[in-house]
Each structure stands twice: as structure tokens, then as C-alpha cells.
């Protein structure tokens, strides 16, 4: 069981951090027509907008309340909230931005699924990668069930003490996990099987964010004479 834990949570999330690395290096460099986020707004405008407005503000909450709150080692914090607090208000926002999430992902995954020309325009990936999230999103939810039972925080030092032992590459990982809860280390897997196949989907848009946009020069534009 201790060589599994080592594995899954020790060098898994390296495996999957490399293929993200490289993968998506390689799909810029050889896929250029193929770096677009495939949208089927021109196919069907029906349920989009709320959908896609639900999914994205939510998976961006979520995102960043994990790169900070995962991230960031607690003597960080320690002096201005408890860990208890941070997990309570982690519990809040987080459970608000997932039932956004998730509402919003099952909404794009029904259109989908059920009408016929966006359909027939997407791939598997298309349809896998927005399953993985409603399910990776559904088990971050049900995290909140245990979580209430332990609101002194220890269980949120103990997986912040794991990701910051991997991202910082501080060595014996998995230790950090050895008494987390199954429901955690599944919500876990599912992450680091989406970071895994990241560069095979429609997610590599994302390191397109046009943040050059905000720092641009004004630009004139002018009605026809």
C-alpha cells in the first residue's frame, strides 16, 4: 500500500507534469492549425452563454483558491487567519465556485451530447475533457462533507504540505497524503489525469490568454464616410 501511495502521489504527479510540459511545447510547435479552442458558438448559440459564463468564472475561482491556498506555505499566513479560518473560507467560496462549475459543465456537456450539430463538429477529447471536469468538480464538492467534520484545518495543511512538497521538489511527497481520506486522493488522480491529457485537448487555448490586450496602445476606430 505504501509503495500504490508512492507512486500515485509521488511520482504520478511528475509523470503528469512532464507530459503537460513538453506536450504542449511539441503541439505548438507541430500542431499550429490545431491550437483553437474548437468553439461551436457559430453552430448553435443555445445554452452557451449561460453555460460557458457558469464554467469559466467558476473553473478560474477554483484554479487560483488552489494555486494560493495550496501553495502558499502557512507560516505565510499563519499571522493574519488560522487554518481553521482559511478552511472555512475555503469551504464558502470554493463551494460556490463549484456549484457554478458544475452547473456550467453540465450544461455544455448536455448540448454536447444532445444537439446535433455540435455533436456532429466535436471530438472525443472534446467530450472527455469537459466529463473529467463535471466529475473532478462533483468529488472537489463532496470533499466539503468530511471537511465539515474537521474544520481545524489540519487536513488542508497536510494536502498543502504535498503539493507544496511536489511543485517545490522537496522529496517524500506521498507521505504528506498517507492519512487523507480516499474522497481527497481521488479528486486528486482526476487533477493530475487532466493535467496529464491537457496537451491532447482543446485546454492548450488556455496559454493563449491575450493578456497583451491590457497593455496595449489605444487604437482609433473610425465609422465609414
Given amino acids: 500500500m505504501g509503495y500504490l501511495n508512492g507512486l500515485l502521489f509521488g511520482l504520478y504527479p ?5 507530459v503537460f510540459l513538453i ?6 510547435d507541430h500542431g499550429q492549425y490545431t491550437w483553437k479552442t474548437g468553439s461551436s458558438q457559430l453552430l448553435s448559440k443555445r445554452q452557451l452563454r449561460l453555460g460557458s459564463n457558469l464554467f469559466h468564472i467558476g473553473i478560474l475561482v477554483i484554479f487560483f483558491g488552489h494555486l494560493v491556498g495550496l501553495l502558499t506555505p502557512h507560516w505565510v499566513y499563519a499571522p493574519f487567519i488560522s487554518a481553521g479560518a482559511k478552511q472555512v473560507v475555503a469551504i464558502i467560496v470554493g463551494g460556490i465556485a463549484g456549484v457554478m462549475c458544475l452547473a456550467g459543465g453540465a450544461i455544455l456537456l448536455h448540448r454536447r451530447l444532445t444537439n446535433p450539430r455540435v455533436r456532429a463538429s466535436s471530438r472525443t477529447a472534446d467530450n472527455l475533457i469537459l466529463a ?5 468538480v462533483t468529488l472537489g464538492l ?5 471537511a465539515l467534520g474537521h474544520l481545524d484545518g489540519g487536513v488542508m495543511l497536510m494536502l498543502g504540505s504535498w503539493a507544496q512538497s511536489v511543485v517545490y521538489f522537496q522529496g517524500d511527497a506521498a507521505a504528506h497524503l498517507q492519512g487523507v481520506g480516499w474522497i481527497y486522493k481521488l479528486h486528486i488522480l ?3 489525469t487532466i493535467v496529464l491529457i491537457f496537451p491532447f485537448t ?5 496559454w493563449s490568454v491575450p493578456l497583451g490586450y491590457f497593455g496595449r496602445r489605444y487604437q482609433i476606430v473610425r465609422r465609414r464616410g
Fill in 202 to 206: 482543446r485546454l492548450v487555448h488556455v
Fill in 14 to 18: 511528475y509523470l503528469a507534469g512532464s
Fill in 23 to 28: 506536450g504542449s511545447l511539441l503541439r505548438f
Fill in 190 to 192: 482526476v487533477g493530475l
Fill in 132 to 136: 473529467l471536469f463535471v466529475v473532478q
Fill in 142 to 146: 463532496l470533499t466539503i462533507i468530511p
